[in-house]
Nanobody, 128 residues
Framework: QVVPVESGGGSVQAGGSLRLSCAAS????????MAWFRQAPGKEREVVAA????????YYGDSAKGRFDISQDNAHNTVYLQMNSLKPDDTAMYYC?????????????????????WGRGTQVTVSS
C-alpha cells in the first residue's frame, strides 16, 4: 500500500508509555522523510518527530524532546514512535506521514503541507 498504516495507540495513565508503529510500502519508506504528527481536538496539527530513513537522521518537535524517541526498522519498512512519561496534553490523534525527498531538510520536516502520504491515524488518550 502507498498510504502508511499506523497502530499502537490506546489509553494510558499519565506517566505511562506507548509505542506507535507506522508500516509503509517499500517505495513510501525507502530513503524518504517519515514523520509523526498529532492533532488534538480544536488544535492545529503539529509535528512530533521525523526520521530520514536513508541515513537515520532524526528530528524532534518541542513537545517530544526528552520523552519520545523515533526509530526505524528497515527490514520491515516500519517507523516507530516510543512515547514515555506521557502527559494528558499528549492526548491526540497521531498520524504517520511520508515525504518524497532526499532528506528531511533543515525545517521542511516540520510542516504537514510538505508530506505526500498520510495514514488514517491512531488515537492516544492519556488520563490524569
Amino acid at each position: 500500500q502507498v498510504v502508511p498504516v499506523e497502530s499502537g495507540g490506546g489509553s494510558v495513565q499519565a506517566g505511562g508509555s506507548l509505542r506507535l508503529s507506522c508500516a509503509a510500502s517499500a517505495n513510501t519508506y525507502s530513503s524518504n522523510c517519515m514523520a509523526w504528527f498529532r492533532q488534538a481536538p480544536g488544535k492545529e496539527r503539529e509535528v512530533v518527530a521525523a526520521v530520514y530513513t536513508g541515513d537515520g537522521s532524526t528530528y524532534y518537535g518541542d513537545s517530544a524532546k526528552g520523552r519520545f524517541d523515533i526509530s526505524q526498522d528497515n527490514a520491515h519498512n516500519t517507523v516507530y514512535l516510543q512515547m514515555n512519561s506521557l502527559k494528558p496534553d499528549d492526548t491526540a490523534m497521531y498520524y504517520c506521514a511520508a515525504r518524497n525527498s532526499w532528506s528531511c531538510g533543515v525545517s521542511a520536516w516540520k510542516y504537514d503541507a510538505n508530506y505526500n502520504y498520510w495514514g488514517r491515524g491512531t488515537q492516544v488518550t492519556v488520563s490524569s
